[in-house]
């Protein structure tokens, strides 16, 4: 028999830094290397507005970090997404589901909501996207830091950067 693990989870809004009210919840179901998610927001969105993105994520060197994994829907009267991602290499960023912490939702305005598998409260304040440098910029001693991590991951053919210090190229001439 396929091992089947199903998770559900509440979403909290953040407001200030702080979980404020629970505003919605999360399910995940694991099954044959596939992750089921369903997310239901309450809220409104206003027409012509955007609904908000939704990431997983983890945590590396004390730092979320979320993967984005598509954007919510208006749907019977709150905020919705459905989708699914491997469990072993999720969108191919070399992140496993065991690793994945939770999901975060970001709407606009600055409006956080997070729900954790393991119900803690977070520090919405340390979250990072997932770098566009890829698996170079994660390994980077100033991942976090450093403003090449905004480039694409096909700007240097993946090959660590060299010198790469979040002062910039200015570092490496002293």
């Known amino acids: ?9 509440y979403l909290y809004a953040y407001e200030h830094g702080e979980p404020h009210r629970s505003a919605g919840f999360v399910k995940a179901e694991e099954r044959a290397g596939q992750c089921r998610l369903a997310i239901h927001l309450k809220g409104y969105c206003h027409p012509g507005e955007q609904t908000g993105k939704v990431f997983l994520y983890f945590y590396h060197r004390n730092r ?16 919705e997404w459905q989708g699914s991602v491997a469990t072993d290499n999720i969108l191919g960023k070399g992140v496993s589901f065991d690793r994945i912490r939770g999901l975060w939702v970001r709407r606009p305005g600055g409006r956080d909501y997070v729900a954790e598998w393991d119900d803690y409260p977070v520090d919405v304040n340390r979250f990072l996207l997932y770098p566009k ?29 060299e010198g790469s210090h979040p002062a910039g190229a200015e570092s490496g001439k002293a």
Not at 1 to 9: D, F, K, L, V
Not at 64 to 79: D, K, T, W, Y
Not at 144 to 158: A, L, P, Q, V
């Open 1 to 9: 028999m396929q091992e089947y693990r199903r998770q559900i989870a």
């Open 133 to 161: 440098g890829g698996e170079k910029c994660i390994s980077c001693p100033w991942f976090g830091s450093c403003e090449r991590s905004d480039r694409d991951e096909t700007d240097r053919g993946r090959a660590v950067y």
């Open 64 to 79: 979320a970090v979320g993967i984005p994994v598509g954007e919510l829907e208006r749907r019977n009267g709150a905020l």
